[in-house]
């Protein structure tokens, strides 16, 4: 597992085609995995969110959208950049604030306990050092009775489904992912490595209870490519 240090560079470094990549490599079904994150969380309008390992804020503006007032958070500047000037475009276009975006680590967030009415994290608790304390850090900001949702990557068990997504993921998606980002780092083998390593499924159910997270319970997307995990706060 490379250290923080390390992954803030690796997301600096593919920031500026961060968007694209992900547009182009999961064939636009990312954003359909953040649309049914955003139902998961059911917003109820007027509540209070935030989102780690927000980036360049994608899921963050989809909960705001839904109805609820966002705060993105992340410790890598450039991607939070990326995050800012989609709200700055938002607001000359006519169209009302996006979230306030701010760094911070995940696993130590700048926030009083029970600030917030759910806490969100996609793509993200599979690069922190130690995604126990993340989501603990999440459940002490997020009131209790509030909710708690992580979309991640999964590995695929259905047989052929399961071989190609291996050969798409190990053998093209570096290459492309670096090409359309002009990165010169291996940020895209590292998605490889680092989904083939996190654990899923129960195992990660298993991280939300050591976290303190009650009911925690999962929804497979598209074959087993991604999971929706929700969990909530103790009251
Ligand atoms: C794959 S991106 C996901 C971005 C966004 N959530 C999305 O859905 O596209 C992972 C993000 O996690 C951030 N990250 C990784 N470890 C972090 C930590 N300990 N604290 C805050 N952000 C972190 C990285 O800087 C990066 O922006």
């Given at each position: 597992m490379p250290d923080g240090t390390t992954i803030q560079r690796m997301f600096a470094e593919v920031a500026p085609g961060y968007d694209r990549a992900n547009r182009a490599l999961s064939f636009g079904i990312d954003v359909w995995w953040r649309r049914k994150t955003v139902q998961l969380v059911a917003v109820r309008p007027g509540e209070h969110g935030l989102d780690v390992?927000?980036?360049?804020g994608d899921l963050s503006f989809a909960l705001q959208r839904a109805g609820a007032t966002m705060v993105g958070a992340d410790f890598c500047a450039p991607m939070l950049s990326r995050a800012h000037a989609k709200g700055v475009q938002q607001v000359r276009a006519g169209r009302p604030a996006g979230p306030v975006f701010l760094a911070a680590d995940a696993m130590a967030l700048p926030f009083a306990d029970a600030r917030f009415d759910f806490a969100t994290v996609a793509f993200g608790i599979r690069n922190v050092a130690d995604p126990v304390v993340a989501l603990r850090e999440m459940a002490r900001v997020v009131k209790p009775g509030g909710r708690v949702v992580v979309l991640e990557f999964t590995k695929p068990r259905v047989p052929v489904l399961g071989h190609a997504y291996r050969f798409y993921f190990k053998r093209i998606l570096p290459k492309l992912g670096s090409w359309i980002c002009g990165a010169r780092n291996d940020a895209y083998r590292y998605l490889h490595d680092s989904v083939m390593a996190f654990p899923e499924r129960e195992a990660f159910l298993e991280l939300m209870r050591a976290a303190g997270l009650a009911n925690p319970r999962q929804r497979l997307l598209t074959g087993g490519i991604a999971a929706i995990y929700r969990g909530e706060v103790q009251r």
């Open positions: 390992c927000a980036g360049t």
